[in-house]
T-cell receptor, first 111, second 117 residues
């Protein structure tokens, strides 16, 4: 494995902000992806970072520090529909290389 | 644009029986991936195809698993014989250098949930 670590569970309330952290150890790093997966459904692409810094896309932002092997996904203005598993995945080697996934963080948003 | 299509969505079989899963990738996507996702875990790659060629099958248990992508489009994944530990969700994904705004993003199908009794 690639030692991808993320918290198992998190909870938050509607309208709040939540940060989901992901740490990794790998050689041949070629990008970090965040996917959202609702129960019984396919993972859907949220964000991608290959260079250090913050990528913002609406209510979702993702940050990467390659030197620290660290990323986070920031979700703002939480909604009930954001309750899902959030998967951190590291791509190794070529841009068509395999993704190595973490176990996922199950986020529950309460009213 | 239609997404990745997989069938069946659910399959229940008894151990030692064979089973097959089918995947139709997004049109124009040359790269196809099969992943297995166990409960509470992230997906793990089984095999990756570039057109018809399997270029990464190091994690495929070749004693019982096989896959093919004969015309470089649809793909099938087969297990024969199935074991209790094969119960999982089998996900298919595809990507293309021209997919979206992000180079080579993998787009996933809904998966086949396999239960081996």
């Amino acid at each position: 494995g690639q030692n991808i670590d993320q918290p198992t569970e998190m909870t938050a309330t509607e309208g709040a902000i939540v940060q989901i952290n992901c740490t990794y150890q790998t050689s041949g790093f070629n990008g970090l992806f965040w996917y959202q997966q609702h129960a019984g459904e396919a993972p859907t692409f949220l964000s991608y970072n290959v260079l250090d810094g913050l990528e913002e896309k609406g209510r979702f932002s993702s940050f990467l520090s390659r030197s620290k092997g660290y990323s986070y996904l920031l979700l703002k203005e939480l909604q009930m529909k954001d309750s899902a598993s959030y998967l951190c995945a590291v791509r190794k080697g070529s841009t068509l290389g395999r993704l190595y996934f973490g176990r996922g963080t199950q986020l529950t948003v309460w009213p | 644009e239609a997404g990745v299509v997989q069938s069946p969505r659910y399959k229940i079989i008894e151990k030692k029986q064979p089973v097959a899963f089918w995947c139709n990738p997004i049109s124009g996507h040359n790269t196809l991936y099969w992943y297995r996702q166990n409960l509470g875990q992230g997906p793990e790659l089984l095999i990756r195809y570039e057109n018809e060629e399997a270029v990464d099958d190091s994690q495929l248990p070749k004693d019982r698993f096989s896959a093919e992508r004969l015309k470089g489009v649809d793909s099938t994944l087969k297990i024969q014989p199935a074991e209790l530990g094969d119960s999982a969700v089998y996900l298919c994904a595809s990507s293309s250098r021209r997919s979206g705004l992000v180079a080579d993003t993998q787009y996933f199908g809904p998966g086949t949930r396999l239960t081996v009794l």
